[in-house]
């Protein structure tokens, strides 16, 4: 696996190094020796699918508050999407910061996203189905959500959502 500096400190861009041969190729995802000896996460506690059939999709900006605050592992696995992590840990050089990573099914990249980060993202195309690896059980009293399109987070969304739940849609900004 290759990692990738975003613009947040701790997220990173993964990408795989394929080893390829007549049947195609073979390549590690996550490999919880690889994550640990970076210092990242190396256990994951559930995974998650999301689904959405229609390009213009947005979700997020979602983020678990501590003491159970998530950390993510994030992968187009079909389709392509625009996804995004914004740093709210007030402790971070770079904080207020977002990382913007252009997740595609056919390159096999992922997205890790640091506890304390809120995520989210924009469907860039039809049926796409997002796998998340996430290092926490959900806990709807900890689960705070932001407005997608918060100036100060400074996000350039490639397209405006053409479908957004009530719950992201009704969103207010972050309060630092």
Request: aromatic share 12%.
């Amino acid at each position: 696996m290759r990692f990738i500096e975003t613009k947040v400190a701790g997220a990173w861009e993964i990408e795989i190094e394929p080893l390829p041969d007549e049947r195609g190729f073979f390549a590690r995802a996550f490999c919880a020796e690889t994550f640990a000896a970076r210092g990242l996460m190396d256990r994951f506690v559930h995974a998650d699918i999301s689904f959405n059939p229609s390009r213009g999709t947005l979700r997020g900006m979602h983020l678990q508050a501590p003491p159970r605050a998530e950390i993510k592992l994030v992968r187009a696995v079909r389709g392509r999407i625009f996804d995004v992590a914004v740093d709210l840990r007030p402790q971070s050089p770079t904080y207020l910061g977002h990382a913007a990573v252009e997740l595609d099914a056919s390159r096999w990249n992922a997205l890790y996203v640091p506890a304390g980060c809120a995520h989210g993202f924009l469907t860039l195309e039809d049926d796409c189905e997002v796998l998340y690896l996430v290092s926490e059980i959900y806990a709807r009293d900890l689960a705070r959500t932001f407005r997608w399109n918060d100036p100060a987070f400074g996000v350039n969304w490639p397209a405006e959502p053409q479908i957004i739940s009530a719950r992201d849609a009704n969103a207010e900004d972050f309060k630092p």
